[in-house]
């Protein structure tokens, strides 16, 4: 009877042994398969790019197994093909912190299209108030000349993507920006239009430099010649 218990006992540690080894196996099987993926990104096409990070929206457990390579890539990249192909699939995790905050720290990089790429994702954190707390955070030191050009461009546009918050984020962080910069801002509102058009200008109509005003009243003006045609 003692010897049919033990040979049990055997078996079952036995069977454990080898159901952990098999997960170990699985985990280190799955750990070498992402290290591939990683390494292969900068070879992606943008459009496959687009597609691996929405089939990786579609997976979440795959996350723990994706985030810490991917922060890893973003931090040690060996060239800018493969930190912009990171940063591109890092949409399907900006949920996460330390993506975001990663994605951050990148705003300051001295590669404008490196830095312009990780704002245009952090545009997609949610909710949009957040997102919009993220891109005017950027702003932080454009009237001191230490944001790129790149990095404004995608600001602005990403603020007036996010409808009200955007505009909210706008009025606060306006005077970050340099006359030439809301010149051009008028501009691009008044070409890109949407839902949120007006307030912009409106916005701008009441700046206190009388270039920016004359840009959002030309811009506004263009309503008026519109109606009466």
Not at 25 to 34: D, F, G, I, N, T
Not at 63 to 92: F, T, V, W
């Amino acid at each position: 009877m003692v010897s049919a218990s033990a040979c049990l006992l055997t078996v079952s540690i036995l069977g454990s042994a080898v159901v952990l080894g098999y997960k170990a196996y699985r985990r280190y099987e799955m750990k070498s398969r992402v290290r591939g993926f990683i390494s292969s990104l900068e070879n992606r096409t943008p459009e496959e790019l687009v597609d691996r990070a929405e089939e990786l929206k579609q997976r979440p457990k795959v996350a723990q197994y994706i985030l810490p390579e991917l922060k890893r890539a973003m931090a040690n990249a060996r060239s800018e093909g493969q930190l912009c192909a990171a940063i591109e699939i890092s949409r399907a995790f900006i949920s996460h912190h330390s993506i975001e905050r990663a994605l951050f720290d990148l705003r300051r990089d001295p590669r404008e299209t490196v830095a312009s790429l990780a704002v245009s994702v952090l545009a997609q954190a949610q909710p949009p108030e957040h997102a919009a707390k993220l891109l005017g955070e950027c702003l932080d030191g454009a009237n001191a000349a230490e944001v790129a050009d790149a990095v404004v461009d995608e600001v602005c546009a990403g603020l007036l993507r996010l409808g009200e918050p955007g505009l909210a984020e706008m009025k606060m962080r306006i005077g970050l920006l340099g006359p030439d910069r809301r010149v051009w801002i008028a501009g691009y509102v008044n070409a890109v239009g949407g839902p949120y058009r007006r307030l912009w200008l409106d916005m701008l109509l009441a700046d206190a430099e009388p270039r920016v005003r004359d840009a959002a009243a030309k811009a506004l003006a263009e309503d008026r010649v519109a109606a009466g045609s």
